[in-house]
């Protein structure tokens, strides 16, 4: 009789080294999972960080083109709408600190 000269193993799957595999691609899939989840969530907080600053620079651009919008109005509106609430013009004021708008009379 012949000796057989190649030795042949079989690999048997057992559930402990199924388990151990289906472990491991969780845990792999759960790990990129998380990375792309918080590069989304990062890159919108950044988006949103820009768009906060460029609404806080439109503000300010519209309340100087307001302030100049008034300044070029005409002053006979201004004067009839004084008038009409009784406003009279401020004279002889002194100003209580030097660096505010507070004013005595």
Do not use: C, P, W
């Not at 460029?54 to 307001?66: A, C, Y």
């Not at 709408?81 to 660096?99: C, G, N, P, R």
Request: charge should be neutral; hydrophobic fraction near 45%.
């Amino acid at each position: 009789m012949r000796n057989n000269l190649h030795k042949t193993t079989a690999i048997n799957y057992t559930g402990i080294g199924v388990l151990n595999v289906f472990l491991l691609a969780t845990a792999i899939f759960l790990m990129m999972y998380f990375v792309i989840v918080s590069n989304v969530i990062t890159s919108s907080n950044y988006r949103i960080g820009l768009l906060s600053k460029e609404l806080s620079e439109l503000t300010e651009i519209n309340g100087v083109m307001t302030a100049q919008k008034l300044s070029i109005e005409d002053s006979s509106i201004i004067l009839n709408f004084a008038q009409s609430h009784y406003m009279v013009q401020a004279t002889d004021i002194t100003h209580i600190f030097e660096s505010s708008n507070v004013a005595a009379r």
